[in-house]
């Protein structure tokens, strides 16, 4: 082989090798990026918060009907996380103004404060749970005042009460999230004293509420 070929071989030889190289490293890069496809967001829902809500609450399920009452309150909060995996507690409470007959009169539900455990999965920005706890209601027996179509204010007292249900949050920029929640309370043989009759009434609640929560 002349000198000339041999040089234009050895040319030929290099550039096929310096090809491979190069389509080898691609692979290499390009490995990871496929196996990385699909990996969870960077978002983290761990940590404090703290936040309003407002909403509506009715006896009966469906809280959009004609007995229902606005409930306006606060709570705050600690979540933990673990892959997509998310769950925490949070303190609670409201006011509200729902009144429901019983034997005798009505009974009005005022003030009330849950401890509510919370646990589902964090989708990056978006946190689908479901929640239960236990509740403490304060409740006020009223009774028609003789002669007139009012209605007067009589005992109260505070029964505990359990709930359950699930909602939806969503992060926004700067660490504020928006959710809605439904949460179905549970007061069993709540005593009441209306009009002079002592009763035992089940005083259940459908609670809608949504609210804001600020993150820190």
């Given at each position: 082989m002349s000198p000339i070929k041999r040089k234009i071989f050895s040319v030929g030889v290099s550039t096929l090798m310096a090809c491979g190289a190069s389509a080898a490293d691609l692979a290499d890069h390009r490995v990871p990026s496929a196996l990385s496809y699909g990996a969870p967001g960077t978002f983290s829902w761990a940590g404090a918060y703290a936040g309003l809500h407002g909403?509506?609450?009715?006896?009966?399920?469906?809280?959009?009907?004609?007995?229902?009452?606005?409930?306006?309150?606060?709570?705050?909060?600690?979540?933990?996380?673990?892959?997509s995996g998310v769950f925490g507690a949070e303190l609670e409470g409201s006011y509200m103004n729902n009144e429901v007959r019983v034997p005798g009169g009505k009974v009005e539900s005022r003030f009330r404060g849950a401890a509510k455990a919370k646990a589902g999965l964090g989708f990056d920005r978006t946190f689908v749970y479901?929640?239960?706890?236990?509740?403490?209601?304060?409740?006020?027996?009223?009774?028609?005042?003789?002669?007139?179509d009012m209605w007067k204010s009589g005992p109260s007292s505070w029964k505990k009460g359990y709930l359950f249900g699930?909602?939806?949050?969503?992060?926004?920029?700067?660490?504020?999230?928006?959710?809605?929640?439904?949460?179905?309370?549970?007061?069993?043989?709540?005593?009441?004293?209306?009009?002079g009759i002592?009763?035992?009434?089940?005083?259940?609640?459908?609670?809608?509420e949504a609210g804001l929560n600020f993150r820190f």
């Open positions: 909403g509506v609450a009715a006896s009966k399920f469906g809280p959009f009907n004609n007995d229902r009452a606005p409930a306006v309150g606060a709570q705050v909060g600690y979540n933990f996380q673990a892959g479901g929640t239960a706890g236990v509740t403490t209601t304060e409740f006020e027996g009223r009774h028609a005042a003789s002669g007139s699930g909602g939806v949050e969503h992060v926004f920029s700067g660490g504020v999230s928006a959710k809605i929640e439904y949460n179905y309370v549970i007061n069993n043989a709540v005593p009441t004293t209306s009009g002592s009763s035992k009434s089940d005083l259940n609640d459908n609670v809608i």
